[in-house]
């Protein structure tokens, strides 16, 4: 399985932005998915899970009300909407596959990653 997001950008606080990640390759729809991010000289953190039925969703609490994790199982692509973006939302974003059915806040718990797309919010 090939992750690979995209959409990331430089923005200005207070926009918005949508990140995209395609899995290709054997790829399950029956695996819940998630977005971490990692900000330089930090370590990479929980953002937001989906289960593979998209009807759980957990998010950090940092972004929590901000951004919205969905998926759409028909073109294996998952999407993270940032709105209100922050400085402190700058890192790179990195999409992943779940061992299961559904999604935890655990790097532990996914098996297939992406390379990141970055994410730049100024001030």
């Known amino acids: 399985v090939q992750l690979q997001a995209s959409g990331g950008g430089l923005v200005q606080t207070g926009a918005s932005l949508r990140l995209s990640c395609t899995a290709s390759?054997?790829?399950?729809?029956?695996?819940?998915m998630g977005w971490f991010r990692q900000a330089p000289g930090k370590e990479r953190e929980f953002v937001a899970a989906?289960?593979?039925?998209?009807?759980?969703?957990d998010y950090a609490d940092a972004v929590k009300g901000r951004f919205t994790i969905s998926r759409d199982t028909a073109k294996n692509t998952l999407y993270l909407q940032m709105n209100s973006l922050k400085p402190e939302d700058t890192a790179v974003y990195y999409c992943a596959t779940s061992l299961t059915s559904t999604a935890g806040r655990a790097r532990n718990t996914y098996r297939y990653w992406g390379k990141g797309t970055l994410v730049t919010v100024s001030s």
């Open positions: 390759g054997r790829t399950s729809s029956n695996n819940g």
């Open positions: 989906i289960s593979w039925r998209g009807a759980n969703t």
